[in-house]
Each structure stands twice: as C-alpha cells, then as structure tokens.
C-alpha cells in the first residue's frame, strides 16, 4: 500500500476511531503517571492546586484535539475525494503538534516569570513535548491500527468449507467470481454469482439477502452477520450502501429516481420494492450509478 492510495476502510471505522481515542487515553495517562518521578522537568502534580489545575487542562485539552482530530479524519474520509493514507498519517501527526504546542504554552504560562519565552517554548518545551508525543500517541496509533488491521484480514481469510454452503449455483473450482457471505464465525454459508444478487438487508443482528436461483424466482436467505461488514468486505464491487438497512447490488438498478428530497432505487425485479436512499450515502450512490451508465 502506497502513501496515495484510499485509506482502509477499517482505520476510519467508528470503533477503530473512538477505541483508538480510548486506548490512547489510558496508555497516555499510565505513561505520564510512570515517567513523571523520573523526570526532573515535569511540571504535572496532583498535589498543589494551581499545578494541579494546569495538569488537568492538558489532559482535558489533549484529549480534546484528539477527539477534534478523529472528527477531522471523518470529514476528510466522507469527502469526496475521499482520504489516502498520506492524509491519514498528516492528521495524526497535525494532532501530535497541537499537543505538543499545547504543552509548551501550560508551561509557560505555569511559569514563575509568567513570561513566554518564545524560543525557549519552540526549542525546549515544543520539541521536548513533541518527542513524548511520537511515543504517548505513535506507540498506541500503531498497535491499534495492526489490531484492527488483523481483525480485518480474519474477517477476509476464510476457510471455504463448501458443505454447508447455500448457492444459487453447482460450486466449481474454476467458476466465474462469486459473491461469498460468511457469518460470524467466518463460516461461508451463501455463494451468489453477482449477477443474481438485489439487495442486502439489515434485521437486527441478521442479515436477509435477496436473490434469484437458477429458475429465475426471487429467493431470500438469513445469516447472523452485520451489514456493516458486507459493505467492508465488498468495498469495490457493485454492492453500494444506500440506506442504514440496506446494500444494494447497482448492476440490477433500473431507474434512479427523485422523491420530494430524496431519491430511490427501482430494480429490475417489479417484486422488490423501491429503496430509499438517505443522504448520507446519497453521493456515493450518485456516483456509482453515473460510472454504470457510461
């Protein structure tokens, strides 16, 4: 993976972004606990009150940027560029600088001479505060990222065990590409040619797909599985997210079409009703329909 290439989809994930938040926040707060008696510069205390004070603004503040910084990397990521890794990594290491200028500023403002000292804040305190933060925030920021960077290869690897496989087809070795659904176990249950495949829906913690057999009538078939990993797993396919309860095969869209605000989805099956599209997911839907008609 190259610096411009799309950012994983499982590095902007909600649960990487606010367990990274969390774990950073621990790890941040048992490192500074432990490093503090050894270290001769520290100015953090629990004990006297304006101190203290200042201490509790730096970590309240940080955490602040920190939050500010997955928000920042959200926005970036739903744009419509979209968000490559070399703006991935430029949005951590902004969070590092702010904190680390943060750090400097609490100091000089904690100061005896309650005097900023402009150099001594970008070329003791700043640079100083900056080398902890490559550890606090680096050393979290990547255990994180290769824990979820692992669950998700586990999510894709599977062992195909096709005795239990439900398909609308005789499985071959050296058949065309399948659309491959496993459950929570990372069983494979359902095998589809894409072509045969409408729509994915969302029922609790269930999924119900929509599809027709080798007679041509539409079938439906439940797994335990999230529609949130279907949409990772199928990132580049013709399966679209267009609504918080349904995926969408865009190859048997029909007619994109405009109601009132929003618009909807016929497909080309008149026993499946119209899908709604929400705006959340209205300009990436847009844009995979625009691509399949040229």
């Not at 999924?207 to 529609?227: A, E, F, H, N, P």
């Not at 008149?270 to 599209?277: D, F, V």
Request: net charge neutral; charged share 20%; hydrophobic share 45%.
């Amino acid at each position: 993976m190259s610096l411009g290439d799309r950012v994983p989809v499982y590095l902007v994930s909600r649960t990487h972004l606010w367990g990274t938040v969390t774990f950073v926040a621990l790890f941040s707060l048992a490192y500074t606990v432990l490093n503090v008696p050894f270290n001769d510069n520290s100015w953090f205390e629990i004990g006297e009150d304006r101190v203290f004070a200042l201490t509790l603004s730096f970590f309240i503040s940080s955490l602040a940027l920190i939050i500010l910084g997955k928000v920042l990397i959200t926005a970036l990521n739903r744009s419509a560029r979209g968000l490559t890794m070399l703006g991935y990594i430029a949005c951590l290491f902004l969070e590092m600088l702010l904190i680390s200028l943060d750090y400097a500023l609490l100091t000089a403002i904690g100061s005896k001479q309650g005097i900023i000292d402009i150099e001594a804040i970008f070329w003791m305190d700043f640079s100083g505060a900056l080398v902890a933060a490559l550890v606090e925030l680096g050393f979290p920021y990547l255990f994180c990222a290769m824990y979820f960077a692992l669950n998700d290869k586990n999510k894709i690897i599977r062992v195909m065990n096709y005795s239990t496989v439900v398909s609308d087809d005789v499985i071959a070795p050296k058949d065309e590409k399948k659309i491959t659904l496993f459950d929570n176990n990372g069983v494979l249950k359902l095998s589809l040619s894409p072509a045969n495949l409408y729509y994915i829906e969302s029922d609790d913690n269930y999924i119900k797909v929509w599809y027709t057999d080798s007679k041509g009538l539409l079938k439906q078939y439940m797994l335990r599985c999230r529609l949130k990993t279907v949409e990772e797993s199928f990132i580049d396919s013709s399966l679209v997210r267009c609504n918080r309860k349904y995926i969408v095969n865009m190859d048997r869209v029909k007619v994109l079409r405009k109601v009132k605000d929003n618009y909807e989805l016929d497909l080309d099956n008149e026993q499946i009703p119209a899908l709604p599209i929400t705006k959340t997911y209205e300009e990436q839907v847009l844009a995979r329909f625009n691509d399949s008609r040229r």
